[in-house]
């Protein structure tokens, strides 16, 4: 993994700044997600293991085709992680709750994402940050997870670290033909951080994936990232 992007985006056709972002992961063993690797992909193994992320955070200053979307909004998604056959290194996204319904219908629509209209909520209070999230639309309804933090000292990412952070596209099936979204971002201004407290009200088990076995072994943060993204390409099957 590095740092930095392979290549960088000269038309964006999205900008946004991702803050208040929180990172939490497990380690699973690879035969357990195999099946949700999208086609084209496989998942990405590191040390023997893939991992499960659930990052929360609140994006900010989104503009879609340089025109500035209205208002800021929480957003909260489950992840796992993917390499192609061309060794793009990605996201695939599981679940993606978030608080605005023209942005979820939009994203739904033109990149097949697995957005759903929930109550996402966010508070930053002293060193403690906290998100929570509740289905609508489409459902279970209800469903979600919440957890809080403590942000600690600034620190120097690992290699560890760079593999659930430093991704530098998604992949997703896009009616039947799978795509790899790029995007790029400063590296992330990571910080250590506590969990103090943790509750899924089902969210994993709605996005198809086994329960941990325990609490997650990695927990970050970071104040802020600029991002863009570019033009989707096709992978090959």
């Known amino acids: 993994m590095t740092r930095a992007p392979r290549d960088g985006i000269r038309l964006p056709t999205t900008t946004q700044v991702w803050r208040d972002v929180v990172f939490l992961h497990w380690p699973y063993d690879p035969a357990e997600l195999a099946h949700l690797a999208p086609p084209g992909t496989r998942l990405d193994v590191r040390d023997g293991v893939t991992w499960l992320g659930v990052v929360g955070l609140r994006m900010t200053k989104v503009r879609i085709g340089g025109v500035p979307y209205r208002g800021d909004f929480n957003e909260l ?17 599981l679940a993606m709750e978030a608080e ?18 929930s109550h996402v909520g966010r508070r930053h209070v002293g060193d403690t940050v906290a998100h929570a999230t509740r289905r609508r639309l489409p459902g279970p309804a209800g469903v979600g997870i919440r957890f809080t933090v403590r942000i600690g000292a600034p620190r120097e990412a690992t290699p560890a670290d760079d593999f659930v952070t430093a991704r530098w596209g998604l992949h997703t099936p896009w009616y039947g033909a799978p795509l790899y979204l790029p995007f790029v971002h400063e590296p992330w201004p990571l910080h250590s951080a506590e969990l103090l407290d943790l509750r899924d009200e089902g969210l994993l088990a709605a996005a198809g994936v086994p329960a941990p076995g325990g609490p997650p ?15 989707p390409k096709h992978t090959r099957r």
């Not at 605005?100 to 209209?117: C, D, I």
């Open 77 to 93: 998604n489950v992840r796992i992680y993917t390499v192609d056959d061309d060794g793009r290194r990605g996201t695939v996204f």
């Open 217 to 231: 072994t990695s927990v970050l943060y970071a104040p802020h990232a600029h991002a863009r993204s570019g033009l």
């Open 100 to 117: 605005r319904l023209p942005f979820v219908v939009g994203a739904r629509t033109a990149l097949r994402l697995p957005y759903t209209w």
